[in-house]
């Protein structure tokens, strides 16, 4: 089977000043459609450092990774704008919503973003917004919504494009443990019904078996469940 991610080889160093920091060498994994894997570590280990390169948000100093076939070192900054945007779902600590904007137009801004109509937008946010357990909830500003329920709404924005791959950075990391599994039985609700492929930053060890590999940083290796 060929996989949808290959991350081959990465390596990051920051450099402030004199000091170099070394936060990981030679990382390789891989993942196939459809599956998911967690990734598990200390603070400080670099798991937002390897998600946010898996994102196109940061770069390696060396390696390489590969979505769907796509070298990321073939793309010029303007096509990783362009890719991030159609391939890949972003959901964060802190859900980073816009306040001045109703939860189905932070839904939809993905895919307007990208260039889609209005009407179909929120056509599709709407589904979405059912899907997370907002229905009753459309028309609300961020602001109006529990933690839990901000976080849904990122959850839902981030599938909005029908991205390749959801990135998850500690999604429930900013919430109680009971909302922030009923969060997570919502993604793996929405894991049946898009056929999703993830990767999730998490330190819950529930979250971790209820993936299908577990990526240890300090061990550098990928383990089955
Ligand atoms: N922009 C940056 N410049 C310099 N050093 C950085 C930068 N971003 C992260 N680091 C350093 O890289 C290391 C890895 O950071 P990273 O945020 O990836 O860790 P993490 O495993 O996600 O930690 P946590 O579990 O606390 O979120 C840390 O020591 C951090 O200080
Ligand atoms: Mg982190």
Redesign the pocket.
């Known amino acids: 089977m060929s996989e949808l991610l290959k991350v081959t080889s990465v390596s990051k160093t920051?450099k402030?000043g004199q000091k170099v920091?070394r936060?990981f060498e030679n990382i390789s994994f891989e993942l196939g459609k459809g599956r998911f894997l967690a990734i598990t570590?200390v603070?400080?280990?670099?798991?937002?450092?390897?998600l946010n390169i898996v994102g196109l948000l940061d770069r390696p100093d060396s390696g390489e990774i590969e979505l769907n076939g796509v070298k990321y070192s073939s793309l010029s900054e303007n096509e990783k704008s362009v890719f991030r945007n159609k391939h890949l779902g972003f959901v964060f600590q802190f859900h980073h919503l816009l306040p001045e904007f109703t939860v189905l137009e932070n839904i939809a801004m993905p895919f307007f973003i990208g260039g889609g109509g209005f009407d179909e937008g929120i056509e599709r946010a709407r589904k979405l917004a059912k899907a997370v357990g907002l229905k009753e909830r459309e028309d609300y500003f961020p602001s109006m919504l529990s933690g839990g329920e901000q976080q849904r709404v990122a959850v839902a924005r981030a599938i909005m494009n029908n991205p390749d791959l959801l990135l998850m950075d500690?999604p429930t990391g900013n919430l109680d443990p009971k909302t922030g599994n009923m969060v997570m039985e919502y993604v793996f609700m929405l894991r049946e019904e898009f056929n999703l492929s993830c990767i999730i930053?998490t330190h819950n060890i529930e979250i971790g078996k209820r993936c299908d590999k577990i990526f240890s940083?300090e061990k550098g290796e990928c383990v089955n469940v």
């Open positions: 920051y402030t920091l936060v570590g603070s400080g280990i670099g798991k937002s450092t390897l500690e930053v940083m």
